[in-house]
């Protein structure tokens, strides 16, 4: 249980654009009573100030260097509730394309002389080290749920992300399917909680947000081969947000 007075809070980053911190201070300035009911105690994106006692914990963006491991079990050590914040620290996000080559031959072409001099390794998100309790998904992150988020941490319980389709908030915003206009979407299989922002605007979903639990993929392809996607713009589309998460999902797939 985090504490019934102002719970302090903090705020860490890996690998990641810092987008998601970012809507954070965004969101926190619009809802300055979030501020009245906790105490931000470190937070390198917006102070100096640097406190250790935290009760929650919110971390942006995913494990890329070895040394990440050691920092992300020290504030698994202190925090009660790890929450992570955004598709990096999700899912891997797009920092995960790399997975898809060799890690030598990715240090090579980034860093090339000077690769051995620095750190790399897969990207992965936290929940491959350390037990994350909540996740809040998107790049970046919903704002507004961000701020529910808080609310129900706030009152002891866990943030309640939906685990149904793009789809389904697409079809109540009564939008027309970008598919009948020629244009690829993964909305079928991504989670919703956006308002299927992307869909609703005229672009099809990248997917964002991940997975939802148990996603057709086949059928998908399907639909997307039929629309006019060659199978390795498919694949493309696929890995943009989601390489390593769909590399989680076939070993559970053939696992079983
Ligand atoms: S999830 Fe997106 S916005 Fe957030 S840190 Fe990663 S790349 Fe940036
Ligand atoms: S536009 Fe995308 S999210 Fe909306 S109904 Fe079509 S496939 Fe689903
Ligand atoms: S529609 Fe897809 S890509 Fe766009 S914000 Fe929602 S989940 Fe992300």
Redesign the pocket.
């Known amino acids: 249980m985090i504490s019934c007075k102002k719970p302090k809070v903090a705020f860490f980053?890996f690998a990641?654009?810092?987008?998601?911190?970012?809507?954070v201070l965004d969101s926190l300035q619009s809802h300055p009573e979030l501020l009245q009911a906790i105490e931000i105690i470190q937070f390198r994106e917006a102070m100096s100030e640097r406190g250790e006692d935290y009760e929650i914990a919110f971390v942006?963006?995913?494990y890329t260097r070895p040394s990440d491991e050691a920092r992300l079990c020290q504030i698994r050590k202190q925090a009660k509730i790890v929450v992570a914040?955004?598709?990096?620290?999700?899912i891997g996000?797009?920092?995960a394309i790399r997975n898809m080559k060799p890690m030598e031959r990715v240090k090579r072409y980034v860093y090339q002389d000077q690769a051995e001099v620095f750190q790399a390794d897969q990207a992965l998100p936290i929940s491959a080290f350390i037990q994350v309790d909540a996740f809040i998904p998107?790049?970046?992150?919903d704002r507004n749920e961000f701020i529910a988020a808080v609310k129900v941490l706030l009152q002891g319980n866990l943030p309640d992300i939906p685990d149904y389709p793009v789809c389904v908030e697409c079809k109540l915003r009564e939008n027309e399917c970008v598919l009948n206009k020629g244009q690829p979407c993964l909305g079928p299989i991504i989670r919703a909680g956006c308002g299927a922002l992307c869909p609703t605007f005229g672009q099809g979903c990248e997917g964002?947000r991940g997975l939802i639990p148990h996603p057709n993929l086949d059928s998908l392809k399907e639909v997307l081969l039929e629309h006019g996607l060659s199978s390795s713009m498919i694949e493309a589309k696929l890995g943009l947000f989601m390489t390593q998460e769909l590399r989680q999902t076939e070993v559970v797939h053939h696992g079983n």
Do not use: M
Request: charge should be negative.
């Open positions: 980053d990641g654009c810092e987008g998601c911190q970012l809507t942006e963006g995913s914040l955004g598709a990096c620290a999700h996000g797009i920092n998107g790049c970046p992150i964002c």
